[in-house]
């Protein structure tokens, strides 16, 4: 019987540093810069001693934790594994198989450790996976196997454009001979992370389609803004017009373009919202898009930056945190939140 792919949840960076040139070069990079070549390791007990020799002063747990990670990325992860990169320069998650094995490379003026990658889908949504895949994808670490409720079956479902068809029920295998440091399980979760999911998917499900407009608009109010929304149905480029002063006259103008798909707007949207700018005499813009934005309407984007701003789903949300208690009270009864104070956990990630 032939052996499933696993899949691996595999960063780029604690800010996202890496993330536009590993997605550029089809290829995935870790940090762990201070340990050399892992060229030559077999197994967990190699990858440790590596470890405690380069960095001896490292407690027990932190290198157990550090080999169990690079052992995961350097050895345990197999051709055509699916990779899970998490962005944090966009809210939305790439997928990509794994093409080749661990190489130590020269990457610019350091050597790196790294795996070849095709990226198959670098733009999906996060909305598009259900909660217990996102809270997986919030594990503080740089490397962890993700197998949860049928996790490698469901992300190759979404691998192949399909949508998260949701948990099943599995049997759990508990062999602690291959437990170490390659599950998720062993992660400390990031619950500021799985709080916003939640909140993502409490506003996907409450502010469908034209409701989004009117969430937007109620958000561009809050924030000073004179708003008039186009009735729902075809609105010639434009969901939202907003202007400054007490009639909404003033400069500077800004039309607003609204899409609630799940999937990356492209740069139709974009150019044709610069256009509606053009017709109705706007300084400004701004797309919001649920799915947020594929790479050619990012680098698009660039050029316009002192014009036009895009928001995807994330940008939304904080918008709406930094204006709830003046939103609508209508709004804030299907939207109900409460701020909360929690400890932070230590991060594990490199």
Request: aromatic share 6%; net charge positive.
């Given at each position: 019987?032939?052996?499933?792919?696993?899949?691996?949840?595999?960063?780029?960076?604690?800010?996202?540093?890496d993330e536009e040139y590993v997605?550029?070069?089809?290829i995935a990079v870790i940090g762990y810069k201070d340990i050399p070549s892992l060229d030559g390791a077999k197994n967990?007990?190699?990858?440790?001693?590596?470890?405690?020799?380069?960095?001896?002063?490292?407690?027990?747990?932190a290198a157990g934790n550090f080999a169990?990670?690079?052992w995961s990325f350097a050895v345990a992860m197999k051709e055509n594994d699916i990779i899970v990169l998490p962005r944090k320069l966009t809210s939305q998650v790439a997928l990509g198989r794994v093409t080749g094995p661990y190489k130590y490379l020269k990457l610019g003026n350091e050597f790196r450790h790294t795996r070849k990658v095709k990226w198959i889908r670098p733009d999906i949504a996060r909305s598009v996976f259900n909660?217990?895949?996102l809270s997986s994808f919030g594990a503080f670490m740089t490397v962890c196997n993700i197998s949860?409720?049928?996790?490698a079956d469901r992300i190759a479902t979404v691998l192949e454009g399909k949508s998260d068809p949701g948990p099943v029920n599995e049997i759990v295998h508990t062999n602690k001979a291959v437990a170490v440091m390659s599950s998720e399980e062993v992660a400390v979760r990031n619950l500021a992370q799985e709080a916003h999911d939640q909140i993502v998917a409490q506003i996907q499900s409450q502010f469908k389609e034209h409701s989004l407009t009117k969430l937007v608009a109620a958000v561009l109010h809050a924030e000073g803004w004179v708003t008039k929304t186009s009735p729902p149905g075809p609105d010639g480029g434009v969901d939202i017009f907003a202007g400054r002063g007490l009639l909404g006259l003033d400069q500077p103008r800004l039309c607003v373009q609204v899409k609630s798909q799940t999937s990356p707007a492209d740069v139709t949207v974009y150019r044709t919202l610069q256009g509606s700018m053009q017709s109705f005499k706007a300084e400004q813009g701004l797309v919001v898009c649920w799915g947020g934005f594929n790479k050619a309407v990012l680098s698009e984007a660039k050029q316009g930056y002192f014009t036009v701003r895009l928001w995807d789903s994330s940008d939304l949300v904080e918008a709406i945190?930094?204006?709830?208690?003046?939103?609508?009270?209508?709004?804030?009864?299907?939207?109900?939140?409460?701020?909360?104070?929690?400890?932070v956990s230590e991060e594990t990630e490199e």
């Open positions: 019987m032939k052996e499933q792919n696993k899949v691996y949840l595999v960063r780029a960076g604690s800010d996202g540093q997605l550029d070069n089809n967990y007990e190699d990858i440790l001693k590596i470890i405690t020799t380069a960095k001896p002063d490292l407690k027990p747990r169990g990670q690079l909660q217990d895949l949860r409720n049928g996790a945190y930094r204006n709830y208690e003046n939103l609508p009270a209508e709004i804030q009864a299907d939207l109900p939140l409460k701020k909360v104070w929690m400890l």
